[in-house]
């Protein structure tokens, strides 16, 4: 019994040495940047492409999904979005918080400008200027990886712009890495696509 209590204190003992110098060794997750907070150099080695397609991509799947260019009215629109890092190490991004905080997209149709919806516009606006960052879920930060292409849930053009009508549209988006609005935008490539009757 005697030779119980010895191990219990001894164990307790090297417990509490390991806690205490935890406590003054400066943590490795404090000296990271916070996360989205590249270089300039970082963010250029980030590739961002789009495409419009007819169904939605989930979370993180690395799969081709198939371009269409050519939609029915009232169809649903889904923008996909790849992100490549093309440096030679892994930045750390938020890859999907809020898509009205992540995104800017700017579309037209028949060469004219579109503007975003009522309901979203408000929220837009407070994130720009940094009043609103809630989450109703945790964000998925993830170590983008070199050249390992990874897919973010694609934006539905309807949440953003309400029904839209025949036409040719163009598109492109700003997007940051940070979870929340921070002003360092990358721009993807530009794509086109019609709605037609």
């Known amino acids: 019994m005697l030779r119980r209590y010895a191990i219990a204190a001894i164990l307790l003992t090297l417990i509490a040495f390991v806690f205490v110098s935890d406590m003054h060794r400066p943590s490795a ?6 996360v ?6 970082q963010r250029r080695a980030i590739q961002l ?8 991509s989930g979370l993180f799947s690395r799969g081709p999904i198939a371009e269409k260019v ?3 009215l009232g169809e649903p629109i ?3 979005i790849l992100m490549t890092n093309t440096a030679r190490e892994s930045v750390s991004v938020c890859a999907f918080s809020n898509p009205y905080y992540q995104n800017r997209l700017q579309l ?5 400008a579109l503007a975003c919806s009522e309901k979203i516009v ?6 720009d200027s940094g009043t609103l960052c809630e989450f109703t879920r945790n964000p998925d930060v993830v170590d983008l990886k070199p050249n390992s292409p990874l897919r973010v849930p694609s934006i539905e053009l309807k949440e953003w712009y309400g029904p839209l009508s025949p036409g040719h549209y163009e598109l492109f988006l700003k997007r940051t890495f940070a979870c929340c609005a921070d002003g360092q935008w990358n721009s993807t490539n530009a794509i086109s696509f019609d709605i037609t009757r």
Request: charge should be neutral.
């Open 29 to 34: 997750f404090a000296q990271r940047p916070a």
């Open 108 to 112: 037209t149709r028949d060469g004219e």
């Open 49 to 56: 492409v789009i495409s419009s397609n007819g169904i939605s």
């Open 78 to 80: 889904h923008i996909g």
């Open 70 to 72: 050519t939609f029915k």
């Open 122 to 127: 408000e929220p837009i606006r407070q994130s």
């Open 36 to 41: 989205g907070q590249l270089s300039a150099e």
